[in-house]
């Protein structure tokens, strides 16, 4: 397998390399809309809320295991631009490993704390029962969930984004096709949601599997690769640790705001839900750079090129602006039939385009950051995406929330202005970083 990402056009390479990230990401997002929207056209407000709620904490739990495998694709992309390929499968080895042993551990525990995280989130009476048996059955298929995560992550390090986005066409068409028939004739509600996102996803992994068993990965991995070497896991951690506290903290900030949108009835938690999902998806442009930055710059790092890992970032940046900008000014005419698509409820759909509205323009202001955090993983420094994310939660996010959800108890618009407020200060932080650590970006000194 050769994916070169350090050599010919900066541009050219980051759009063929993100290109089918984000059509994988899309793929993967499109689904779990599906989800939603086919539990709405078939049921009520109370399974709506059950398949909201239940996808986010699920999601909280994809974006915690992506994250912690961020240090997996920046060491292995790392290894394989300094052409260290012992080095590569070693690291491929530890991941699986790792990987295999945090998913049943957290199939074990999640399982036996489902009332405790419905009690804590206060979900609505109306949605405990579906909720219930939504979790579970997602929690049961934890392993299947991590194992495709972890394989795409491991052939994006290798420089290969292709193969990850045919992992996902398959797991998108056997969902949709399970949803409408779960949801649909079977009456299975929330809980064929569930059945049909672990399903399809069981058969993606295998489909993964086989691939990673035919393909020539351009690297030998044998038994010997399969051993936890701390020397190994080290560098994978000191990246993907931070990277998963801090994506796990954005996560829980979404749920608190999940939480104070439950206290306000289920009318405000559908409508809170179904923006979520929407904004899910159009953050797959800016999530794209963070990986894209991520895994280009560490293989031209691994080559010594310094400069060339600086306008990858630059490019990104371009690159997510633009489309936040385009999307912030978009919204604020189709946002009403947007969430329209997910219900026929007139109180949610007004409630929803009033928090879209104000909410999308973190698209714009979280692109930024997104980029910088990227860049800060392939140098090895995720703290600095920790630092600035959990100051921004902190500060911002969340109280913001609270704040003007007390406040403005007839509206969502001012609380969907809390996320774009933290990310701004996110980026002042970015920036500050950036500059102050000038000479160590620049590869003049190691310090």
Known sequence: MKNDLTQGSVLKVLVRFSLPYLLSCFLQTFYGLVDLFVTGQYNGAGHISAVANGSQIMHMLTVIIVGLAMGSTVAISRAIGSKKKEEAAETIGNTVILFLGTSLVLTVVLILAVDGIMELLSIPPEALTQTRAYLTICFAGIPFITAYNIISCI????????????????????????????????????????????????????????????????????????????????????????????????????LVITLIANQRGVVVSSSVGIVEKIIG??????????????????????????????????????????????????????????????????????????????????????????????????????????????????????????????????????????PPLGSVLSVIICVVIFLANKKYFYGENKA
């Not at 912030?328 to 949610?348: H, K, M």
């Open 155 to 254: 052939f994006r390090g290798l420089g290969d984004s292709k193969s990850p986005m045919y992992f996902v066409l398959v797991a998108c068409v056997l969902n949709v096709g399970l949803d409408f028939l779960l949801i649909g004739p079977l009456h299975m509600g929330a809980s064929g949601a569930a059945w049909g996102t672990v399903l399809s996803q069981t058969a993606s992994v295998i489909f993964a599997l086989i691939t990673l068993r035919k393909r020539d990965l351009g690297i030998q991995i044998n038994k010997s690769h399969f051993h936890l070497k701390k020397t190994v896991l080290m560098p994978i951690l000191q990246v993907g640790f931070p990277v998963a506290c801090q994506d796990g903290f954005i996560q829980i900030s979404f």
């Open 281 to 418: 998806f159009i953050f797959l442009v800016p999530s794209s750079m963070l990986s894209s930055i991520s895994a280009i710059a560490a293989q031209n790092l691994g080559a010594g090129n310094h400069l060339r890992a600086r306008k990858t970032l630059w490019y990104g940046m371009t690159v997510a602006i633009s489309f936040g900008l385009a999307i912030g000014i978009l919204c604020q005419f189709i946002s009403g039939p947007f969430v329209g698509l997910f219900t026929n409820d007139p109180e949610v759909i007004l409630m929803g385009e009033q928090y879209l509205k104000s909410y999308v323009w973190d698209c714009l202001a979280a692109g930024i950051h997104f980029c910088f955090s990227g860049y800060f993983c392939a140098y090895g420094k995720s703290i600095y995406s920790f630092i600035h994310n959990t100051v921004s939660i902190i500060c911002v996010r969340i109280p913001g929330a609270y704040l003007t959800s007390k406040m403005f108890p007839d509206t969502l618009y001012p609380m969907g202005w809390a």
